[in-house]
């Protein structure tokens, strides 16, 4: 079974080293797209994010993978940003999109499985409410057998009866 991530900080400063050994799920339980900061904040700084952020979910699920750059690194980064003369909001945006696409496939593959799964049980439990309609009709038979055989027993307890008392019928004393 895949284990999920979840993390509640956003202020965690967690670097990990195997970033593409596994993958990352928000709390709605869909795959948590690896993407980019590019706030003033923290330019370039990588993290995992709700699937479904712009949709307004209430998710909020958020871990850095990238530790905080240094005020160097970061300054660089901006003059570069400033020197490509786009605001970041549109660089964003691009780079959204493709993290986006890469969402929209993984949940696409996430749905997919869930179906399967769906259609599997739903297939399973088909089979199950047959072999309980096959059971129940079994036990019908099996007590209708145990009312045949106990009326048989009756007949022949009333059957003996009827011959022991012409038994002592034909004795005359």
Not at 97 to 114: H, I, P, R
Not at 144 to 173: G, H, R, S, T, W
């Amino acid at each position: 079974m895949e284990s999920k991530i979840l993390s509640s900080s956003s202020n965690s400063s967690h670097r990990s080293d195997r970033e593409g050994e596994r993958e990352h799920f928000c709390y709605c339980g869909l795959p948590s797209p690896r993407r980019t900061s590019w706030t003033r904040m923290n330019p370039g700084r990588r993290f995992y994010g709700c699937a479904r952020y712009r949709e307004g979910s209430k998710c909020k699920y958020f871990k850095w993978i990238d530790t905080k750059f240094s005020d160097r690194a970061t300054e660089v980064i901006l003059d570069l940003l400033d020197g490509r003369r786009q605001p970041p909001s549109t660089f964003v945006d691009d780079l959204d999109d493709v993290d986006s696409k890469q969402v929209e496939a993984s949940s696409a593959n996430y749905l997919k499985n869930e179906v399967s799964k769906q259609a599997e049980v739903s297939s399973v439990n088909h089979l199950l409410k047959n072999e309980v309609s096959r059971m129940k009709i079994e036990r019908k038979c099996y007590q209708m057998f145990i009312i045949v055989l106990f009326c048989y027993i009756a007949y022949l307890m009333i059957k003996c009866k009827a011959l022991e008392d012409k038994k002592k019928f034909l004795q005359l004393p």
